[in-house]
């Protein structure tokens, strides 16, 4: 019969990763970039509807 031996000292030490507020309020969005990136989602996901429609 096998026991598996758990050390208790073995907890987990890990740090909890935490976000200062001052971090949130201090932070500059590039607003031009995420429109982009949004408007070339939608771009991309039309253009694919088409394209699939087009198969049919």
């Known amino acids: 019969m096998n026991t598996t031996i758990h050390n208790s000292d073995a907890a987990f030490v890990e740090d909890p990763h935490t976000i200062n507020w001052c971090d949130i309020e201090n932070t500059e969005i590039d607003y031009d970039n ?3 990136e ?3 989602f939608f771009r ?13």
């Open 34 to 36: 995420y429109l982009n």
């Open 38 to 40: 949004i408007e070339s």
């Open 44 to 56: 991309e996901d039309f253009e694919n509807d088409i394209l699939e429609e087009e198969d049919v």
